[in-house]
């Protein structure tokens, strides 16, 4: 038995939780925040038999991996140069999981 | 020295906070959430020598075990049947916990 | 690696994140309660290698540790004794910081 702590971009979580459930692992979400400056994000714990952790670790991995992103910045109204701004798409990076597995000593279910 | 993390419906949270209060076993609550279709859940993390242990288990099984309940079902006001409907007391599985004995390397109170 | 579960107060959990910023050290934060009747508390999960175990323990240490303070109770208003009432300053206890240092089997970045 292992514990998994992994924590995710907020933005990645709904997606991570279906997985989860479709691979029939149970996965508690916990609200969290911070890690520098990064936003809010959520914490899972996954309590699992040993032989399938590496299911657990892919599925995480798949999900919420780093990965650069197109996203195009508001446009500026206030802008005091005349007319004609356009708002380019800017490559930023989203998603990143941080995951910790764990030995248990006990696992009960009551 | 263990920590013990016990996830248990939020039902029967407060009832097992006041439980661990009686016992002097010190308990920090998460809210959390999910388990598949769970609704609300809290996960308690409590830290404890190694002899208190069973006794912090026995505390969690006797006040959040899964059991079953009748609940006697709302009247759909809105049915179409002409009168004389009853609401029949049901039996729901109500409660449950999920608990993990995790191994401390160290222990600091400041 | 180890990971570090450190519950302290909230008044003192926005100086801590500020306190593991600056030693580079990422620290996520979950909502917590209780531990009798303490009021809100903040648990920060950080994951480190062994050796910066020590620094991760002093800034926790430093930054909340169990202390005494004076503080001035609010005058009641509603006192049924004529006039002259002062509120004097009295001493209370805030702080402390309750820590577990656990083994970690793997850490993952995706
Ligand atoms: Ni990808
Ligand atoms: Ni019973
Ligand atoms: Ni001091």
Redesign the interface.
């Known amino acids: ?3 998994i ?1 992994a ?1 995710v971009q907020d933005k990645d979580s709904n997606r991570l ?1 279906s997985e989860f ?1 479709n691979a029939n692992i ?11 400056l990064r936003s809010g ?1 959520t ?1 899972f ?1 996954i ?1 699992l038999e040993d032989e399938r ?1 590496k299911d657990a ?1 892919r599925i ?2 798949e999900t ?3 990965r650069e992103q197109f996203m195009t910045p508001p446009i500026n109204l206030d802008s005091s140069l005349d007319g004609g701004e356009t708002a380019f798409p800017v490559e930023v990076q989203v998603g ?15």
Chains 1, 2, 3 share one sequence.
């Open positions: 038995m292992k514990m702590f924590i939780s459930v149970r996965a508690t979400k916990l609200a969290s925040s911070g890690g520098f994000n914490t714990i309590g952790v670790l995480i991995r919420s991996h780093s990143g999981a941080t995951v910790f597995v764990m030995p248990v000593e006990q696992f009960h279910q009551f």
